[in-house]
């Protein structure tokens, strides 16, 4: 190690509390929109690095769908106790009860575009002015354009043609009332940053990403986990695999790898040798060629 | 045969940041394609989605230029809108590329991208040569200080791989760079399309010595890129637990911008200009010795001493311009014009102040860098050196000698939007 560097990593990290230490100076009431996910739970370990001594200065946010793994949930509940996090939970469930959104149904049926609902709703009723998120310019060929700040208007809506110029690492966020900002830190990280991220901080990380058995089935070649709530085609049969989960989120639209890396450094090593995105493997991602785009200017994530 | 993957080796890996110039036709986005595809930075999934693409619109082969088109408006009229970040890693060095479109908005595109680089590609069409838009690119990435130009001579595959074409492209930018300020200017004969000395070295021009455009992005130098003289710490957030366990903790979190901050170290509070000490630089759980750039701490001192965001640690014998009155270059970024006069909200650093332009001293011609002091109107995309007037005192360097506390950016008041960017070049 030369004197006076930084690996990549220590740069990236720098970069990403560089930039949670610019959403508390310059909001007024930010949250961190969190899964339960491996992303949002680096997001977690930064905002802790960024702030301590001093807990983490604005809530963690949770658009429950309804349709989670338990073990996300647990895990959720686990962390925001050791860490004395406050956890607001805006539910997809409630903003179906209340006819704010409409359940879609058949064999494909998903809460994913549901989820955009909620969120803005959530985020009017606590007058969040920030949200923090886990987006990745390297996952998806929309986020590759997108800002640190990024600017979302009364509608909550992202207007890519129309982004405000981001230079050096000064982040204009200035708004009108009504107006708020989705916050990415760690845009600059890949799939590859974020496990080596995980291994050398060794952070804790919910089950679901190491291998276990669980009943399964196969849609359009992409493992599905079972739930009593999903309706399966006439084709498709449960049965028990080995596997985990690549990405976390929505039960309905997850799709499990067949591995059985039951350690930070297998799973390293499994991504290292795997041809496929991992957002390949996302069901909700399938729909259209610019499905991401599509969900990302009505305020999705 | 799979490698095994080494974390050790990956731990260790230097980021690079680069940018891409380029205008239609000239290439960018198939080398950049080429980049990722040859790193093996390409899923298959991406690369089916290319495949499909490339069918959908008639193509015979497969068009590496569309792993980089993003948004469906940019699918649809095949274009390039905005600036793109693309990664890949070799086992040497991660890299960002920011992607920046050469025809829409080309400048304020450019400027934007350039403006956290180390190091900016420019490709030139071996059957042009130096053109006008080479000129643009090269006082871009040169006024932005980038410090390193990888001159890409492309399409060598077009006029036979001729040693004669590359070196008299090569003595023409020579020339012209004189007028610029680049320290570390690189030249390779490649052809994107066909992959000659982009990752693998050619075996079409075995005339040339050099290495590779992906062996130059690995080995260039960017350790004394990072400003190690000038000491800065910009007050970003003050960390006040007042919890139980710790009562009376009072950090000043920040990004290191400049030199290097030890322990110990007798430092000077600006603007207060307040003397104290070091006592302890903070990063999670760990008590360290020593912080230098882009390094993100927390510091505490010795005193008590009234301190919040804006404010400045440097050291006694080493002090930035404190001034209302600056001269800076800035890039329009805005579709309604300057306003000679106006006023704007301005970011520096951590500090938000308001400021008046009080004059537009010239504008330069990016196609060839003539000075104009006539025409006062900065529209869209147009470089000019104005002078303006703070609310309060910044506390800057020159652009040159230290990129972040340099730079500024200006907003308008009504829209919120960003404007204008500067870089400073003095300040009284």
Redesign the interface.
């Known amino acids: 190690?030369?004197k006076?560097?930084?690996?990549?990593?220590?740069?990236?990290?720098?970069?990403s509390?560089?930039v949670m230490?610019?959403v508390?100076?310059q909001f007024e009431r930010p949250c961190l929109l969190f899964s339960g996910g491996k992303d949002s739970i680096v997001l977690v370990h930064l905002a802790?690095?960024?702030?301590?001594?001093?807990?983490i200065p604005f809530p963690l946010l949770h658009i429950d769908t309804g349709h989670n793994f338990q073990e996300a949930l647990d895990f959720r509940d686990g962390l925001v106790k050791k860490i004395g996090a406050r956890l607001v939970v805006g539910s997809v469930q409630e903003s179906i009860d209340k006819g704010r959104v409409v359940e879609e149904t058949g064999y494909s049926a998903s809460r994913n575009v549901l989820q955009t609902t909620t969120l803005l709703d959530t985020i009017a009723e606590f007058k969040f002015d920030a949200a923090i998120g886990g987006g990745r310019?390297?996952e998806e060929?929309?986020r590759?354009?997108e800002r640190f700040f990024s600017h979302r208007d009364e509608f909550g809506q992202w207007d890519?043609?129309n982004?405000?110029?981001?230079?050096?690492?000064?982040f204009?966020g200035?708004?009108?009332i009504g107006e708020h900002f989705r916050v990415f830190p760690i845009?600059?990280w890949?799939e590859?940053?974020i496990w080596?991220y995980i291994?050398?901080e060794n952070i804790e990380l919910p089950s679901l990403y190491y291998t276990h058995t669980r009943e399964v089935f196969n849609r359009d070649g992409v493992w599905l986990a079972y739930a009593p709530f999903m309706k399966l085609k006439p084709n498709e049969k449960v049965e028990m695999k080995t596997v985990r989960c690549r990405t976390v989120g929505d039960i309905t639209c997850t799709g499990l790898s067949l591995s059985t890396a039951n350690s930070l450094?297998e799973i390293?090593?499994e991504i290292?040798?795997?041809?496929?995105?991992e957002r390949?493997s996302r069901y909700d991602d399938l729909r259209s060629?610019?499905a991401m785009?599509?969900r990302k200017r009505e305020g999705y994530f | 045969m799979?490698e095994?993957?080494s974390?050790k080796g990956?731990?260790?890996?230097?980021?690079l940041r680069f940018t891409t110039a380029g205008s239609v036709d000239d290439g960018k986005s198939t080398l950049i394609g080429r980049l990722l595809y040859d790193s093996k930075s390409i899923?298959?999934?991406?690369l089916e989605?290319v495949k499909r693409?490339s069918i959908r619109r008639g193509n015979e082969r497969v068009d590496l230029a569309l792993l980089t088109?993003?948004?469906?408006?940019e699918?649809e009229q095949g274009i390039t809108?905005?600036?793109?970040?693309?990664?890949f890693?070799t086992p040497k060095?991660?890299f960002?590329i920011a992607d920046t479109p050469g025809h829409v908005q080309y400048t304020?595109n450019m400027?934007?991208g350039a403006?956290?680089a180390n190091a900016a590609i420019i490709l030139i069409d071996a059957r042009n040569g130096v053109t006008e838009q080479t000129c643009r690119h090269s006082y871009i990435a040169s006024l932005l200080e980038i410090k390193h130009l990888i001159i890409c001579i492309n399409k060598m595959d077009l006029v036979e791989f001729s040693q004669e074409v590359y070196e008299r492209i090569k003595n023409e930018f020579i020339v012209f760079s004189r007028k610029l300020d680049a320290r570390d200017i690189h030249f390779v004969p490649i052809s994107a399309l066909l992959g000659d000395n982009v990752v693998e070295p050619s075996s079409n021009m075995g005339w040339y010595r050099g290495g590779t455009l992906m062996h130059i992005l690995e080995t260039i130098d960017i350790?004394s890129d990072?400003n190690?003289d000038d000491p800065r710490f910009p007050v970003?957030?003050v960390?006040?637990?007042q919890?139980a366990?710790?009562p009376d903790?009072r950090g000043y979190?920040?990004?290191i911008d400049g030199g290097?901050f030890r322990k110990g170290d007798e430092i000077v509070v600006m603007p207060q200009q307040k003397s104290t000490v070091i006592e302890s630089i903070?990063?999670?759980?760990q008590s360290l010795e020593q912080a230098?750039?882009?390094?993100?701490v927390?510091i505490r001192i010795k005193d008590d001493i009234d301190i919040s965001?804006g404010d400045m640690f440097v050291k006694k014998d080493n002090m930035p311009s404190v001034t209302r009155d600056i001269t800076a270059m800035v890039c329009w970024?805005s579709d309604r014009p300057l306003q000679l006069n106006g006023k704007y909200?301005l970011?520096?650093t951590?500090k938000d102040v308001r400021c008046v332009i009080r004059d537009v001293l010239y504008k330069v011609n990016v196609n060839n860098l003539h000075q104009n002091k006539e025409d006062r109107n900065v529209t869209l995309n147009e470089i000019a050196c104005v002078s303006l007037r703070t609310t309060q005192p910044l506390l800057t360097d020159p652009y040159k000698r230290n990129?972040?506390t340099g730079?500024?950016?200006l907003?308008d008041e009504g829209t919120?939007?960003?404007v204008g960017?500067g870089m400073v070049i003095s300040s009284q």
């Open positions: 190690m030369k006076y560097h930084l690996n990549h990593l220590r740069e990236l990290e720098s970069e509390i560089y230490r610019e508390a100076a802790r690095k960024a702030f301590h001594p001093s807990l310019r390297d060929k929309a590759a354009k890519p043609k982004q405000r110029p981001e230079l050096w690492n000064i204009n200035k708004k009108h845009s600059n890949t590859m940053d080596q291994y050398m450094e390293i090593q290292a040798a795997t041809r496929v995105t390949g060629e610019a785009e599509d | 799979e095994k993957f974390s990956y731990l260790n890996m230097e980021l899923f298959e999934d991406q989605a693409a088109d993003g948004l469906r408006a699918r809108i905005d600036v793109a970040y693309r990664y890693a060095r991660k960002i304020r400027v934007t403006s956290t350790m990072c190690l970003q957030y960390i006040r637990p919890s366990d710790y903790y979190a920040g990004r290097v903070d990063f999670f759980h230098f750039p882009p390094m993100s927390t965001r970024m909200a970011k520096h951590t990129r972040k730079s500024l950016i907003i919120n939007n960003t960017v």
